[in-house]
């Protein structure tokens, strides 16, 4: 009995001991082999500028044609007899507080009355978008180099954004004029007075709710920088399709 208790000890023991030299032996490897370093991690190439191999001058005086070409379209598309009226996009409904008595008007077979101030409005639009057109250039003139990076860099509607912040409110003041003067010569005023008149006689609206002067002036302005964006978004889109070599070269580096 105690000689087989002296053979299981001395085997644990035997295999302990090998356990040891085995792990001393691997320390010893470990310690003799280089060791790899852990690899540093690698910092992000910087996205390479598009325009690098384009001077500055030519960037601006692209972007300068190619919006110049999108505000003669858009004004020669707006500037028209159903420049608005025919367009979905950009057509002017009536005012909200209006649709009560438009909807009145129809069921009772007056239609025509609102059908009547509708295109009046409508054509009121149509004469006032030309005086657009010199304003706009004037701020294609007058735009920075900062402002034609932010421009050619940012989203499909950056140049519309740029014209809206830069000549809305210039151009509200021009348009208003031209809408008041259009309103007589489209006999507004009294296509409305005929309209509301229906209207207050039925009980539907008070005469004095609509300002229509500013809200046709408005809704010309909302129309004409919706047409300016998608001439923006096109020319990004497809810069081939550009009349000038030089801006074909510059945004198809953008776009690719």
Known sequence: MLKKSSVLLTLVFAQSACAFSLNDLKGELNKALPQKQAAAPQAAAPAADPLANISNK?????????????????????AKTDGYLGNPKVRI???ENLQKLDNGLRRLGMGKYADELNVSMNRAAEAAVPEAKALLVSAVKNMSVTDAKNILMGPDNAATQYFRTNTETALSGKFQPIVVNAMQKVQLAQKYDQFAGKGVQLGLVDAKNANLESYITQKALDGLFVMMAEQEKAIRANPLEATNSLVKKVFSAIKF
Do not use: R, Y
């Open 93 to 95: 409904p009536l005012p």
């Open 58 to 78: 030519d960037q601006i005086s692209s972007l300068k044609q190619a919006l110049n070409q999108g505000v003669m379209t858009a004004v020669a598309s707006l």
